[in-house]
Every structure is written in C-alpha cells, then in structure tokens.
C-alpha cells in the first residue's frame, strides 16, 4: 500500500507540473494577437501614417512617415523607386537587406544582413535562393558571393516589395510573421526591414 500510495502521489505531481506548463504556454491565437499589439505599437510611437490598399500606385508619393498596407499583411515605404523597369519573373534579383527588431529597433544579427554589407541573389518570381557566384560589380559594390540562408526561398515580404522596386530601388517594410522568415514564423514575430541596391538582370 506504501508503495502504491508513492506512486500515486508521484503521478499526481508530474500531473500538475504537465497541466501547469500547459496553462503557461501561449496558444497561436495569443501569440498572434501579442504580435499585432507589437506591430500597432511601432506604428503608434514612429507616428506612421497607413494607408490601406490593394496595391501602390505607379505614382504613387510616399511622406516621410506614409507606408501602403497591403492584404498580405506587408507594410512598405518606397523610399527610393528606381530608375528602368520592375522585374518580371524569371529574372534574377540582387538585393542588400537588413533586419530590425519592432520592439528595440536594434539591428539582428544576420549573415545576410549586417550593415547591409552583403548581397542577396534570387530568381524572381520563384523566389528560389540563386547558389551560382556571378562576377558582378555596379557602382562600387561588388557580388562575388552570396550567403545561403536555412530558407530556401527569399521571405516573402520582401520578395512582393521587390516587385515594386527597380534598379537601385529602396524601401522599408514591417514585415508579420505569416509572410515572414521561417524564424519569424516559429516565434510569431514580426520585423522591420530596409532593402536597398536592388539590381535586375
């Protein structure tokens, strides 16, 4: 009897740690909505005016302070359009981009990112990570290697601002969680990006 009360007394504990870690961690429903409140925070403290749209206009003027929402869920200023034209699928893209926190507006640490000293290749469309090194140099900055990231694919985000951009453009983006890296969408977060030096060929 000792002994069955021992071990009825154990299970019971490990079966109110089991429900004790259950109740603490958070369901996908709160995660999310912890991440809206973090992206309606950056907004309301960086005074970001939204404006809501299925696409930008070719004509459109960005403000200092004005970002197109679009039903993806992407946020994007056009600081620089660039000159020539969009890219259209099948070419490949080169890109520099780099990652910021919503919540310090501290930079992440990122291979592909830091200081936006290195380069990104894909091919439009796809968004298949280009692996082939290219001699290629524009301006000054040189494309001689790219790193490879655990994704295989651009994130998404970054790929649809891209089709707004041409050579040299540059903008900004609040990137969600659902068209985010996969590590943004492991810890349902999401992040600022700046893109810039966007090459097409």
């Given at each position: 009897m000792k002994i069955s009360f021992k071990i009825l007394t154990t299970f019971a504990l490990l079966s109110l740690c089991v429900l004790s870690s259950c109740k603490k961690g958070e369901s996908m429903s709160e995660k999310r909505a912890k991440e809206r409140k973090s992206i309606e925070k950056y907004i309301s403290n960086n005074e970001?005016?939204?404006i809501k749209a299925d696409s930008i206009p070719d004509d459109a003027v960005f403000g200092e302070?004005?970002?197109?929402?679009?039903?993806?869920?992407?946020?994007?200023?056009?600081?620089?359009?660039?000159?020539?034209?969009?890219?259209?699928?099948?070419?490949?893209?080169?890109?520099?981009?780099?990652?910021?926190?919503?919540?310090?507006?501290?930079?992440?640490?990122?291979?592909?990112?830091?200081?936006?000293?290195?380069?990104?290749?894909?091919?439009?469309?796809?968004?298949?990570?280009?692996?082939?090194?290219?001699?290629?140099?524009?301006?000054?900055?040189?494309?001689?290697?790219?790193?490879?990231?655990?994704?295989?694919?651009?994130?998404?985000?970054?790929?649809?601002?891209?089709?707004?951009?041409?050579?040299?453009?540059?903008?900004?983006l609040i990137i969600p969680s659902a068209i985010g890296s996969a590590n943004a969408q492991d810890y349902v977060q999401a992040y600022r990006y700046e893109i810039r030096n966007i090459k097409i060929y």
């Amino acid at each position: 009897m000792k002994i069955s009360f021992k071990i009825l007394t154990t299970f019971a504990l490990l079966s109110l740690c089991v429900l004790s870690s259950c109740k603490k961690g958070e369901s996908m429903s709160e995660k999310r909505a912890k991440e809206r409140k973090s992206i309606e925070k950056y907004i309301s403290n960086n005074e970001i005016q939204v404006i809501k749209a299925d696409s930008i206009p070719d004509d459109a003027v960005f403000g200092e302070k004005d970002y197109y929402l679009l039903p993806s869920g992407l946020y994007i200023q056009i600081v620089e359009k660039g000159t020539g034209e969009k890219p259209e699928v099948g070419d490949n893209v080169l890109f520099r981009y780099c990652t910021f926190s919503l919540e310090d507006s501290r930079k992440i640490a990122d291979p592909t990112s830091a200081n936006l000293t290195n380069a990104v290749e894909f091919k439009y469309g796809s968004g298949l990570y280009c692996a082939i090194e290219n001699d290629y140099d524009n301006n000054n900055y040189s494309f001689h290697s790219y790193y490879v990231l655990n994704d295989l694919y651009v994130i998404r985000g970054i790929q649809e601002a891209i089709g707004y951009l041409r050579y040299d453009g540059a903008a900004s983006l609040i990137i969600p969680s659902a068209i985010g890296s996969a590590n943004a969408q492991d810890y349902v977060q999401a992040y600022r990006y700046e893109i810039r030096n966007i090459k097409i060929y």
